[in-house]
């Protein structure tokens, strides 16, 4: 089918450590993986993405890496702050017809000073 | 405002009663979605439109949801005969063009209570 597996579903982590949140999925026609962050009382916001022919992209103190043999994804922070305390979803987009974005559960990350 | 923009904010209603949530997207996005987001959860896909094309209903739970948009632009989700299982909050999105890789701008949501 088209779901999203996340993992954890919460995390905790001192300011400054490494944070990794993992998604599989089993669809494998999926070829786009985002990544929200949603604040409290806020709608969720776009941080990094990759496509299918991609196996690792970088945005400052975000990374994201694919493994498509694998189908799993996953989310890495550096350097971690208290403002990415927030829930992240993970998301895949597949083709054809079903285009619009299944996501994960979500993980509620806290960065604790 | 140059974002997604949802009203209301809050909603408490009755068991039984209908509500109507509306959502006005970003200015020239032709795709426009509903998610439900229930406490805990995920992001539940309900519906999404693209542009004059049938909307895609595939997601909604149950024939009580309905949902339109007029004129390309504003969208009105409605739930007719509310449970208390549709508690939620109901977050509308907008994109550019639809199932293209293209962000998703979401708005801040209309949290719904059924009493």
């Known amino acids: 089918g088209e779901n999203v597996e996340q993992h954890p579903s919460t995390l905790s982590v001192q300011e400054g450590d490494s944070a990794v949140i993992k998604c599989t999925y089993s669809?494998?026609?999926?070829?786009?993986f985002p990544w929200y962050k949603q604040e409290l009382g806020k709608g969720p916001q776009l941080i990094i993405d990759i496509r299918s022919n991609v196996g690792e992209k970088k945005d400052q103190r975000i990374a994201v890496t694919l493994n498509k043999t694998a189908k799993h994804f996953s989310l890495h922070i550096t350097e971690t702050q208290p403002e990415d305390s927030a829930v992240y979803f993970c998301?895949?987009?597949?083709?054809?017809?079903?285009?619009?974005?299944?996501f994960g559960s979500g993980t509620q990350l806290t960065v604790l000073p | 405002g140059a974002g997604v923009s949802q009203s209301p904010s809050n909603k408490v209603t009755e068991k039984g009663k209908d509500v109507e949530l509306r959502c006005d997207p970003i200015?020239?996005?032709?795709?426009l979605y509903w998610y439900r987001q229930s406490l805990g959860q995920g992001l539940e896909f309900l519906i999404y439109f693209q542009g004059n094309s049938a909307p895609d209903k595939s997601g909604l739970p149950s024939d009580r949801f309905s949902a339109e948009r007029t004129g390309g632009s504003v969208s009105t989700l409605t739930i007719q005969r509310t449970q208390q299982e549709d508690s939620a909050v109901y977050l509308c999105?907008?994109?550019?063009?639809?199932?293209?890789?293209?962000?998703?701008?979401f708005g801040e949501g209309s949290r719904l209570t059924v009493l």
């Open positions: 669809d494998s026609a999926s070829n786009y």
């Open positions: 999105a907008s994109s550019l063009v639809f199932g293209f890789s293209g962000e998703l701008f």
């Open positions: 998301a895949r987009q597949g083709s054809g017809s079903a285009r619009q974005l299944t």
């Open positions: 200015s020239g996005h032709t795709a």
